[in-house]
T-cell receptor
Framework: QKEVEQDPGPLSVPEGAIVSLNCTYS??????FMWYRQYSRKGPELLMY????GNKEDGRFTAQVDKSSKYISLFIRDSQPSDSATYLC???????????FGKGTSLLVTP | GAVVSQHPSRVICKSGTSVKIECRSL??????MFWYRQFPKKSLMLMAT?????????EQGVEKDKFLINHASLTLSTLTVTSAHPEDSSFYIC?????????????FGPGTRLLVL
């Protein structure tokens, strides 16, 4: 079983919709959880960084971590065409150390 | 802040030649950098962890003699693909671990696209 599972999509939503992206994981030792956005042919860009369980909000983005269920989510409110990208979840046991990535979910926001 | 650059952004080379890719942390010092490889529509695969002043740690299945890593300073790590072959064609991405601002997370470079003919 892969340590981090993420539905690759593609996910297509109309502009303004609320987007929900999710990852599950198997290693209960993961404590640091990140979401990266990657545009085509570019390096990943850090969106959200959370430690342990809980919610974190930054503008239109909300990250949730449920360690009891080994489930993390990223919500995007009022989605925009510019949000169209691949979203990668990543997690690690120790902060800043080697990340375990999901496969990424391809998101398309249509005008 | 927390900007990581890579050079070159794209390189085309002949089979058998060696290619060097540079990864720089521009506004912070990074004792640890990571090198990833990404195939089309696939996730990032960690190749090696690069520590300043010491030997890199390679992931299982990654040939250390083929992918030479040098982390000579706190802002620069290099990956050299030696005797490149077409199967080495890929998107190579580095990241640098940022420790100064308390988040200790990784920031990624823009990637280097390698095509071996």
């Amino acid at each position: 079983q892969k340590e981090v599972e993420q539905d690759p999509g593609p996910l297509s939503v109309p502009e303004g919709a609320i987007v929900s992206l999710n990852c599950t994981y198997s290693n209960s030792a993961f404590q640091y959880f990140m979401w990266y956005r990657q545009y085509s042919r570019k390096g990943p860009e850090l969106l959200m960084y959370t430690y342990s369980s809980g919610n974190k909000e930054d503008g239109r983005f909300t990250a949730q971590v449920d360690k009891s269920s080994k489930y993390i989510s990223l919500f995007i409110r009022d989605s925009q065409p510019s949000d169209s990208a691949t979203y990668l979840c990543a997690m690690s046991v120790n902060s800043g150390y080697a990340l375990n990535f999901g496969k990424g979910t391809s998101l398309l926001v249509t005008p | 802040g927390a900007v990581v650059s890579q050079h070159p952004s794209r390189v085309i080379c002949k089979s058998g030649t060696s290619v060097k890719i540079e990864c720089r942390s521009l506004d912070f010092q990074a004792t640890t950098m990571f090198w990833y490889r990404q195939f089309p529509k696939k996730s990032l695969m960690l190749m090696a962890t690069s520590n300043e002043g010491s030997k890199a740690t390679y992931e299982q299945g990654v040939e250390k003699d083929k992918f030479l890593i040098n982390h000579a300073s706190l802002t620069l790590s290099t990956l050299t693909v030696t005797s490149a072959h077409p199967e080495d064609s890929s998107f190579y991405i580095c990241s640098a671990r940022e420790e100064e601002r308390g988040t200790e997370t990784q920031y990624f470079g823009p990637g280097t696209r390698l095509l071996v003919l």
